[in-house]
């Protein structure tokens, strides 16, 4: 639906990330996400903070019928349109997931406002990343601990999902300057402040893989599994229980097909990527760039951006300073590691509770976001360590074949 923005750019991007919507403070998040929309939008407001608990009870899908058909143009900003969406993308789904009596149209009061809200983001309509992370958090106060604006189905146990990954873009956000800085050494020659940018990236994927870990402290497989997973399906090809995709009623008379909400969809591993110069699979890169359709258009503008810019893997291969490779090599193990982790995570939370025959009628291993995760992830983790260069008397890092049954 949506196409990569690739407007002109200033060639030191690094020196100009909000052109991007890039903040130092937050990173990809919103840096001021909003909790209430104007009055004229409290219908919206009032179902989406209640449609989680609606659809437990079986009552959404008659309160989205009542729904008057408001105007989106009298939305006034960013805040407002991210919060929109968010609120719009959670009636949908609930409206469609409510029960095994899985509706092929969306009435029109959604669907409408919802389409072109999406548009105006560079977001495709489906309950996506921005909904359940980047547009999620809130704090009541300063001292407060993050809040998620519109809860989803299983609220209070699901919320930890969203807040443990709105802690790892925050952890990211950490190192945003050490990008900054590396991009800013490699154009004066400075190779000590190099250095240092890449032990800082270094400890913000290190934090990053630490807080991802932390999933478990608060959400049990089987509701993630059970009920949150199920309500970020997409619809289309890729889904067993919509596969001819969803009608957006007042929008278009043929199916629409959109993956669901995926954390691939977070910017901060490709950008990871694009900065460090790891290389996927034909299949990888392509599955990385289509679900980049799923992520605001700022944000895939700057991974665009990386990609096509200096590049930090050729500069280090060409640099004569052992400790720039060092430095460069440990990023890279580090980003090993965290892929490590994440596979396993993901395989206690998908693969294990998919392999229980009673709930294996009802979903699979295969990603939201449409791909066979176990394969995928796996294919990430060895082209990462393909990636690290090997430097005399290293000891070489051994893509290790985890004991993983897909």
């Known amino acids: 639906m949506t196409t990569a923005v690739c407007q002109t750019t200033p060639l030191e ?17 919103l840096e001021n996400p909003l909790d209430h929309l104007p009055g004229y939008f409290l219908p919206w407001e009032k179902l989406g903070k209640n449609a989680a608990q609606l659809m437990a009870s079986r009552k959404l899908r008659s309160e989205v019928y009542k729904l008057p058909l408001l105007d989106f143009h009298l939305l006034n900003g960013q805040e407002e349109y991210c919060l929109a969406h968010t609120l719009l993308a959670t009636i949908a789904h609930c409206f ?11 009435p029109k009061a959604v669907a409408i406002p919802w389409f072109h809200i999406s548009q105006y983001l560079g977001l495709n309509p489906v309950y996506c990343y921005l909904d359940c992370v980047l ?12 809040e998620v604006i519109c809860p989803a189905p299983g609220s209070p146990h699901t919320d930890w999902f969203s807040l443990v990954l709105i802690q790892v873009e925050l ?32 400890n913000t994927v290190r934090r990053m893989q630490q807080t991802t870990t932390r999933m478990y402290e608060r959400l049990d497989p089987a509701v993630f599994y059970n009920v949150l997973r199920p309500f970020y399906e997409g619809w289309g ?3 067993k229980l919509l596969p001819e995709g969803l009608i957006f009623e007042g929008i278009s008379d043929t199916p629409l097909q959109f993956v669901g909400g995926s954390a691939a969809q977070s910017s901060t591993i490709q950008v990871l990527d694009a900065v460090l110069g790891v290389e996927h699979s034909e299949d990888a890169d392509r599955y990385l760039k289509q679900i980049r359709e799923y992520m605001p258009a700022g944000h895939r503008e700057f991974l665009y951006t990386v990609e096509t810019g200096p590049s930090l893997k050729t500069y280090v291969q060409q640099s004569q300073h ?3 490779k060092t430095a460069y090599n440990q990023c890279l193990k580090a980003l090993v590691d965290f892929r490590t982790s994440h596979l396993l995570v993901a395989v206690d939370y998908v693969l294990k509770p998919s392999q229980n025959k009673e709930e294996r009628q009802h979903h699979s291993a295969q990603g939201t976001g449409g791909t066979n995760f176990v394969s995928f992830l796996k294919s990430t983790r060895g082209r990462t360590v393909r990636s690290v260069l090997q430097l005399d008397g290293d000891t070489p890092v051994v893509n290790k074949e985890l004991n993983i049954n897909t």
């Open 13 to 29: 991007w690094w020196r100009h990330l909000e052109t991007f919507n890039i903040s130092h403070q937050v990173g990809f998040l």
């Open 96 to 106: 469609v997931w409510q029960d095994n009596d899985i509706p092929k149209i969306l």
């Open 135 to 146: 547009a999620m958090g809130r704090k009541v106060d300063p001292n407060s601990n993050l």
């Open 171 to 202: 952890d990211f956000a950490k190192g945003i300057q050490d990008i900054v800085d590396i991009y800013d050494s490699m154009d004066s020659e400075d190779e000590r402040r190099l250095i240092l940018g890449l032990k800082g990236i270094e």
């Open 237 to 239: 090809a890729h889904s």
């Open 322 to 324: 052992d400790g720039v």
